[in-house]
């Protein structure tokens, strides 16, 4: 008997209406078209504005997106993992909410947070679940709404973020396809330089914290950026050469789109030609935990069966790491 491994079968996805453009932004903050694009490649956001609706609006749009897609039974999905740094709500369970209103009733569900690097942690449970042998259909979707949490007088931060989500089925696959191997890190003495720190346990969101705009999220960008550079780059180095692959062999990077430098930096340092990088910056600024299922989304088109995909994320925490996974199917 061949061994089961975990490939994704189906892709699906969701951004708000609403464009937030860089021209909007020098309307609301010290900034320049010029400037952000030239630091950080990103020329809009989509931003989530109705009252109300939270990441799991944009999960459950994602997922409904891909069920329709790919004409699946919600039924048959057995569990729903929804990656994500900014949950509906604390103790309620995000994903709980989202596999019932997708009419995934026979599944268990659970929300999985690691920053930025939650999905491509999502894409390592996810696999685990599918190579155990006891689960055939798992729906990991990443989705964040990151403007519940983002200071739009803050120009170091409000320009780098959108709200959007992006959804993938795993399935048991016996070709070889799907994930290969994955290097997953961390290190927690980088949570001070990346943090929404009041509104969690250590520290309560107070009427001094709240008025002082301390909820929001803080980002040191230097300190952030130093380490995102060369981890990302390091790791995807990494993947590489435990798999004996060399820069021909990759079809595709699929990298965390944070900033364009330092995806650039991680093609560079594997040596890659800026064609077999996917890019999507540009339209979505950094959704955080949607990054990666995105570029699925609008790459679909161009993947070919056996395409050797290598992911690389970087987020707070720290948490960081590279996914080498062979693509399983023809669009």
Known sequence: MSKITAAITAVGAYVPEYVLTNQILETMVDTNDEWITTRTGIKERRILKEEGKGTSFLAIKAAQDLINKRGIDPKDIELVIVATATPDMKAASTAAYTATKISATNAFSFDLEAACSSFLYGMSVASSFIESGKYKKVLLIGADKNSSFINYKDRATCIIFGDGAGAVLFEPNNEGLGVQDEYLR??????????????????????????????????????????????????????????????????????????????????????????????????????????????????????????????????????????????????
């Not at 590489?240 to 093609?267: C, F, G, M, P, Y």
């Open 186 to 331: 961390s290190n927690g003495e980088g949570r001070e330089f990346l943090q929404a720190k009041y509104g969690g346990s250590s520290y309560p969101i107070t009427k001094e914290a709240f008025e002082n705009g301390e909820h929001f999220v803080f980002q040191d960008g230097k300190t952030v950026f130093k380490n995102a550079v060369f981890n990302m780059a390091d790791v995807a180095v990494k993947i590489l050469e435990r798999n004996n692959l060399t820069n021909d062999d990759v079809s595709w990077l699929a990298a965390h789109q944070a900033n364009k430098r330092i995806i650039d930096a991680t093609a560079n340092r594997i040596e890659l030609d800026a064609s077999k990088v996917m890019m999507n910056i540009h339209k979505y600024g950094n959704t955080t935990s949607a990054t990666l299922p995105l570029l699925l989304h609008d790459y679909e088109s161009q993947l070919k069966k056996g395409d050797n995909i290598i992911f690389a994320a970087f987020g707070g925490g720290f948490t960081w790491g590279s996914i080498y996974l062979k693509w399983a199917y023809n669009s």
